[in-house]
Nanobody
Framework: VQLVESGGGSVQAGGSLRLSCVVS????????MGWFRQAPGKEREGVAV???????NYADSVKGRFTISKVNAEGTLYLQMNSLKPEDTAIYYC??????????????????WGHGTQVTV
């Protein structure tokens, strides 16, 4: 399973970015997928996750600002980030885990990881 992120960069506070993650087709169809982030000196944390049925779960810190979505036919996972804040600065990782009924924001639930993309606000 390979996951490749793109779309990171530098943006002013209040701005927007969209992250993309290209994954193997069969993974997108059935696995639980998510975005996680890790800021300097901090542990990796869950940002937004989605299961195969489209059920989503968001960290409280990003609710109302970030949106996770996927296009199975394209094998692509997205994270639309609006109203970005300096505290959103981190390396953002795409992750995949086994099929799940309720997507959880737990790092331990996800077994496959991309290399990450830097977001600086």
């Amino acid at each position: 399973v390979q996951l490749v992120e793109s779309g990171g960069g530098s943006v002013q506070a209040g701005g927007s970015l969209r992250l993309s993650c290209v994954v193997s087709g069969h993974v997108m169809m059935s696995y639980c997928m998510g975005w996680f982030r890790q800021a300097p000196g901090k542990e990796r944390e869950g940002v937004a996750v989605i299961n195969r049925r489209g059920t989503t779960n968001y960290a409280d810190s990003v609710k109302g600002r970030f949106t996770i979505s996927k296009v199975n036919a394209e094998g692509t996972l997205y994270l639309q980030m609006n109203s970005l804040k300096p505290e959103d600065t981190a390396i953002y990782y795409c992750a995949a885990g086994p099929p799940c009924f309720r997507p959880l924001l737990l790092v331990s639930e996800y077994h496959y990881w991309g290399h990450g993309t830097q977001v600086t606000v």
